[in-house]
């Protein structure tokens, strides 16, 4: 079961999601199959079209838990997705 924040839709991308995973070291945005963990071959990759959420990337927001490397997560994250998505390949972000 996941902690809260971190469900999500996610879709079978396949193609090499390698920089994209290696950027996502906590599987906020994609996750890559146990067979092939660089993403190589493909990855499930979060399907969404409004704001991200830093809860995806295991922030908890409690105001004791330090939820800084959740927000680095999500920077190298979101940050490798801005510039590795084709637009006709998958959702992109909406960031406001």
């Given at each position: 079961?996941?902690?809260?924040?971190?469900?999500?839709?996610?879709?079978?991308?396949?193609?090499?999601?390698?920089?994209?995973?290696?950027?996502?070291?906590?599987?906020?945005?994609?996750?890559?199959?146990?067979a092939?963990?660089?993403?190589?071959?493909?990855?499930?990759?979060?399907?969404?079209?409004?704001?991200?959420?830093?809860?995806?990337?295991?922030?908890?927001?409690?105001?004791?838990?330090?939820?800084?490397?959740?927000?680095?997560?999500?920077?190298?994250?979101?940050g490798?997705?801005?510039?590795?998505?084709?637009?006709?390949g998958?959702?992109?972000?909406?960031?406001?």
């Amino acid at each position: 079961l996941l902690p809260a924040g971190r469900e999500g839709l996610f879709a079978w991308a396949s193609g090499d999601q390698s920089a994209l995973v290696s950027a996502d070291l906590r599987q906020g945005l994609s996750v890559a199959p146990a067979a092939d963990p660089t993403g190589a071959t493909g990855a499930w990759v979060r399907r969404f079209s409004g704001p991200a959420d830093v809860r995806w990337f295991g922030a908890v927001g409690d105001g004791v838990t330090d939820d800084g490397a959740a927000f680095a997560g999500a920077l190298a994250a979101l940050g490798a997705l801005a510039t590795t998505v084709s637009i006709y390949g998958r959702f992109l972000p909406v960031l406001s």
